[in-house]
Structures are given as structure tokens and as C-alpha cells.
């Protein structure tokens, strides 16, 4: 989209269960009996809500900071240390709490990821006698064989969501490999130590973070953009939006939670919330936004919060009494997992519901209620106040050659796309106000040109406003000025829209 407004703005959407005595089968892997195998816990029916597969905790058999959920929710995996001062990798069944698998390697295990297709599970050791950068070992979750092992940087790993590829990195370098040839393709440079590493839902972009900014960049590792943070404290860590393809949230050293929408624009970061107000100091603030896209868990102290990222209210707190390490949601949003100082896998319902929004439709005395992904006949009443931002999609059914007007009165920025039965899209409908409290108008006449059900996909942000500021430094005798400008915020505009799909 297009802004057109007078000041200078950017758009922000800115559990120990016994088991039978394991038999070593080679260096590495340690296999629990067949009947409990991973591949048979795997093989079982999919469920849509995995909240019944609440286990009691688990206690590591030795010490863990790294926990990964396997994409279906059914298996976690945790890395670090036996009692033996082995490092290991653990797997357990979320629902029995029974340990499927022990890897073993033959150095400390700094990262720890799950492939989004379930088949790999990634880990990331340190120096090596083959490399001083140290190695990446992917491992079949189900069998405990080596698939591969890259001799590059490790201290974070992060997959693509179509398992493809993995950045990884560390101290200040980024690599981009290959998964199918196990081949580097790419090595950057963030500028200064990478704390945090991650890939966009969509797969578009992978941002890089340090204390001080993002980079963000292509998924073939090309530079698109620096993101400078001037915020009081330094960034700790971050996670991407798992709805909303371009927006990050971020943990800070001054105890704050910022958002950050429109990464690849020009979105600024925004504080959500600051756990000054909870009593609380992060340690080292862990973040991860829920599947359900409206909730973000961030950690304190000793406990985990929750907050709606559309206000920052606390919505609920779990109290840990000990700093968490690691902090991962199951894949429906119903149950977060962490693992603390004490070495116990603990499993949180939470039990929120959607706060996704809505378009609210008014039922025409000629027409049906508009729900997202239904049909409906005209004439259909349209009404969205102050969502934050998103997209919504009103369907109706339509004939060849039939007229029908678009009107909607509009404050903010707000595009409206009309997809013919085919998916194509016919008709795109902008509009934008020029300032706070001013509105403006889409009326758009539309001859539609096949039979079927059409789409209107309403696509709005909110905008945040900031004022130039200028000013002069001139010389004491006043000789020489120089001007400056910056930008203050000044306003945040809420989009609105009311309006009509009619029959001519």
C-alpha cells in the first residue's frame, strides 16, 4: 500500500517415567525398546487440539536449557548434560512422558531445532578437532542416524518453513545452507555479536539481531534493510510474529517488550509492555508469540506472562520461581513448554481464547451474516472499528454482467482487493487519510464478469505519525546556521471502515 499523509510516518503493525534399560547401538545413540519408538507415536492419527496431551512433568536426567517441540506437538526433545557429563539430547512422548530416544554427542550443544516437516532435528555444538567454528548435526528424530553434519557456525539455528534450508550463526557471521546437499551457500555479516536469529512464517525474510539492531535479509541472504533500536536497554531476544508474515516482538535489558511491524518498510519498534511495572527483571527474557497469533509469552524472573501483543495487559502470569531457559508453544496455542534452573520440563495450559479479529457484518433485512469464509447475498453491511491491523475476507455469490457498488467511509490506511470465482483479482480499491480525524471514501462501481462467488480481501494498518521537528545551531555571533530535523511521534490513526456492498 500506498500512504499519503502530510506528516512523516511509518506503518507499524509495528515432565521421570522408567523405562527399559537402554542398549547402545553406536557412538552416538543410545535406543529405548522398539515399542516405544518414535516412529509408532508419530504413525498415530493427528489430533486438531493436542490440549489432551498434557503429561506431567518431566525431570531431565541430568541438566537441560534447550527444549524443541516436534511440529505436531506430540514429542519434545531437551539438550545439555547427563549425570555422567555426557552432553546429551533427549526425546520424550509429550502424552506418556516416556523417553523414546537418547543422542549422544561429543560436545556442548548450544542450539536445538526441529524441522517444521518433522523429519530432522537439528543441533549445534561447539569446536571440533575438524573445525574451530564447530558443527551442525542433523539427526533422524526416529532412528538416531546422523543424516548430515555442517562444519560451520552454530550458536543459533534457525529452519525454514519448508524445511529447505537453515541460517545459522555465530559471533557476528550468518551462513545460509542447503539441506538437500548439505552445501553452504551463503556467509554474511550482521556487523556486531548476533544474540537471536529467526525466519519469517512465510519463509520471505531471516532477521538477525544484536543488541543495538535487526538485519534484515532475503531468503537467499541478501541484505534488504538495517533496523537501528534506540531504546533505553539492549535487545535479548526475539520472535516472529506466526500470523502476521512481517511483524517481530522483542525483549530488552530495560525490562520491555517492544513490537515491530512492517519490518521490510519502515516500521519502528513500539514498547508493549514493561515488567518494571510487574516487580519483575528479565533473565534473559525469553519471547515466543503464540500460534493464535494474539498472545505473547515472554519470561520474568520467576514466572511467565502473557499479554494480547493489541494493548500489552498482562492476561495471565505462571509463576516458575525459577529463570527459564527455554520457553516453545505447541503448534494449536493451548499449552506452553519451558524448562528452568531446576531441570524440569513443565507443560502450562493456557487455555486463551482467539482474539483474532472479526468483520462484523449487520444482517440486511435482504441479506445473511458475514462470517470469514462464507457466502452470503448482497446487500451486505460492512463494520470494522479500530481493529489494529490484518486482513478480512467477505465472500458473496454474484452473476455475469452484474453491476454492484463498493462504498466504504475510511480513517487510516485500508486496501480493498475484489477476487473473481477463479482467484484472480479484478479490482483493488485504496484509500488513506491525510490526518488524525480526517476519513476518506472508496466508491468503486464493478461489473463482475463470471458467474460464482467472489472475495473481498479488506487489508488495513494502523499508522503512526510523527512531526519534523526543525532546528538551528548557529554560531555564537550568529554567522552560520546549520538546520537539523528529526522526527517526534506524535499520534497512532486506528483504522476504521463502515460501508456497503450493494446490486446496483
Not at 354 to 382: F, K
Request: charged letters at 20%; hydrophobic letters at 35%; aromatic letters at 8%.
Amino acid at each position: 500500500m500506498k500512504n499519503k499523509m502530510l506528516f512523516i510516518m511509518s506503518l507499524i503493525l509495528i515432565t521421570l517415567v522408567a523405562c527399559n534399560e537402554p542398549r547402545t547401538s553406536n557412538d552416538n545413540h543410545i535406543v529405548i525398546d522398539s515399542t516405544d519408538s518414535l516412529s509408532s507415536i508419530q504413525e498415530e492419527d493427528s489430533v486438531d487440539n493436542v490440549s489432551w496431551l498434557l503429561a506431567e512433568d518431566i525431570l531431565v536426567p541430568g541438566t537441560a536449557d534447550l527444549i524443541t517441540l516436534s511440529p505436531d506437538g506430540k514429542i519434545i526433545a531437551a539438550a545439555g548434560r547427563d549425570d555422567n557429563e555426557q552432553n546429551k539430547i533427549w526425546i520424550w512422548d509429550v502424552q506418556s512422558g516416556k523417553l523414546l530416544n537418547e543422542f549422544r554427542h561429543s560436545n556442548y550443544i548450544y542450539s536445538l531445532a526441529w524441522s517444521p516437516d518433522g523429519n530432522t532435528l537439528a543441533s549445534g555444538t561447539g569446536k571440533t578437532s575438524l573445525s574451530d567454528e564447530g558443527e551442525i548435526t542433523l539427526w533422524d528424530p526416529r532412528t538416531g542416524e546422523i543424516k548430515d553434519e555442517l562444519i560451520g557456525y552454530n550458536k543459533n539455528i534457525a529452519w525454514s518453513p519448508d524445511s529447505k534450508f537453515i541460517v545459522s550463526s555465530h559471533e557476528e557471521k550468518l551462513q545460509w545452507w542447503e539441506i538437500s546437499t548439505g552445501s553452504l551457500i551463503r556467509t554474511s555479516d550482521h556487523g556486531s555479536e548476533i544474540r537471536a536469529i529467526g525466519w519469517s512464517s512465510a519463509g520471505t525474510y531471516v532477521a538477525s539481531m544484536s543488541t543495538r539492531q535487526f538485519m534484515l535479509w532475503d531468503a537467499h541472504g541478501s541484505l534488504l534493510k538495517e533496523i537501528i533500536l534506540h531504546g533505553e536497554g539492549l535487545a535479548q531476544n526475539f520472535t516472529w510474529s506466526t500470523f502476521y508474515s512481517e511483524a517481530i516482538a522483542y525483549t530488552d535489558t530495560n525490562n520491555s517488550v517492544y513490537t515491530l511491524f512492517n519490518v521490510h518498510k519502515n516500521g519502528r519498534p513500539k514498547l508493549l509492555t514493561n515488567a518494571v511495572d510487574l516487580g519483575n527483571i528479565f533473565h534473559p527474557g525469553k519471547i515466543a508469540w503464540s500460534p493464535e497469533h494474539s498472545t505473547i509469552a515472554f519470561t520474568g524472573k520467576d514466572g511467565i506472562y502473557l499479554t494480547n501483543w493489541t494493548d500489552g495487559e498482562i492476561d495471565n502470569t505462571f509463576i516458575t520461581e525459577e529463570e527459564i531457559s527455554s520457553l516453545v508453544w505447541f503448534p494449536d496455542g493451548s499449552m506452553l513448554a519451558s524448562i528452568g534452573e531446576d531441570n524440569i520440563i513443565r507443560f502450562w495450559p493456557v487455555n486463551i481464547l482467539s482474539n483474532t479479529q472479526q468483520t462484523q457484518v449487520e444482517a440486511p433485512p435482504t441479506g445473511d451474516l458475514v462470517n470469514s469464509g462464507s457466502s452470503s447475498n448482497l446487500p451486505l453491511y460492512i463494520e470494522i472499528q479500530e481493529p489494529l491491523a490484518g486482513n478480512e475476507t467477505i465472500m458473496f455469490s454474484g452473476s455475469a454482467g452484474e453491476n454492484i457498488q463498493i462504498y466504504a467511509t475510511i480513517q487510516g490506511d485500508v486496501e480493498f482487493q475484489l477476487i473473481d470465482p477463479s482467484g484472480n483479482t479484478i479490482q483493488r480499491m485504496y484509500a488513506s487519510t491525510d490526518m488524525v480525524g480526517l476519513t476518506a471514501q472508496i466508491n468503486e462501481n464493478v461489473t463482475l464478469p463470471n458467474d460464482g462467488t467472489y472475495s473481498i480481501i479488506v487489508i488495513y494498518e494502523p499508522v503512526d505519525v510523527y512531526r519534523i521537528i526543525v532546528e538551528e545551531d548557529c554560531n555564537s555571533d550568529g554567522s552560520a546556521c546549520v538546520q537539523n530535523t528529526r522526527e517526534e511521534y506524535e499520534e497512532t490513526i486506528y483504522p476504521s471502515i463502515s460501508g456497503a456492498i450493494t446490486r446496483n
